[in-house]
């Protein structure tokens, strides 16, 4: 059965420091999301994406967030300058017309 | 603006017994309602979803969830708790699929007691 992977599970970094959360989402699927969740809290959407552009994005999503599509298969969260709040579990989606297939998702620690 | 409520942090049921876990939701268009479990460090499960037709929706694991307009409920159901089920279940809807997000509630964590 086909499935969204995202790749590290887990990644330690320091405050001020660039990450990139890569996914592979599924194949066919032509909409892609980001989610978060921080430790004990709900799942919070932060970005759908859609033919190489942004279609919606939150509050959350401010300028120190970005989102790529680099090649036919990945999807990328890149956080430019991480903050102790960045830490969280960040979750990759993909869509096809019926319902979103989450990842694995990467836990991300900032130091 | 769409919204999700889930009445109840943490429900805890006995072993057997039935297992109700409560989702209001708030959308201006007909919603699509879903259910996802999610296990101690692990991602989120689609459970069920409803989109159109019948209300009453089953899904994995013998969980059902039925869809009703007139009290915007979507309420998850199971008639007998097993050990297994022991995790945590976010409510969430939608506005339709192909790009529309998923606006989760703020999830409930069930405890299964032997």
């Known amino acids: 059965e086909p499935e969204v992977t995202q790749t590290p599970s887990h990644q330690v970094t320091q405050m001020g420091q660039e990450v990139i959360l890569r996914c592979v989402p599924i194949s066919n699927h032509l909409y892609f999301y980001w989610y978060r969740q921080i430790l004990g809290q709900k799942v919070?959407?932060?970005?759908?994406?859609?033919?190489?552009?942004?279609?919606?994005?939150?509050?959350?999503?401010?300028?120190?967030f970005s989102v790529e599509r680099p090649d036919g298969s990945n999807f990328t969260l890149k956080i430019r300058s991480t903050k102790l709040e960045d830490s969280a579990m960040y979750f990759c989606a993909s869509s096809d017309l019926v319902v979103e297939f989450f990842g694995p998702g990467t836990r991300l620690t900032v130091l | 603006a769409q919204s999700v409520t889930q009445l109840g942090s943490h429900v805890s049921v006995s072993e057997g017994a039935l297992v109700l876990l409560r989702c209001n939701y708030s959308s201006s268009v007909p919603p699509y309602l879903f259910w996802y479990v999610q296990y101690p460090n692990q991602g989120l499960q689609l459970l069920l979803k409803y989109t159109t037709g019948a209300t009453l929706v089953k899904g994995i694991n013998g969980f059902e969830a039925e869809f009703k307009k007139s009290e915007t409920s979507f309420h998850l159901t199971k008639p007998s708790a097993h050990m297994s089920d022991a995790a945590e279940y976010f409510c969430a809807v939608s506005e339709g699929t192909g790009g529309f997000k998923t606006i989760f509630g703020a999830g409930t964590r069930l405890f299964v007691k032997a």
């Not at chain 1, 919070?44 to 120190?64: A, H, M, P, W």
């Open chain 1, 44 to 64: 919070e959407f932060l970005v759908s994406f859609y033919n190489n552009e942004i279609s919606e994005k939150s509050e959350i999503f401010d300028d120190q």
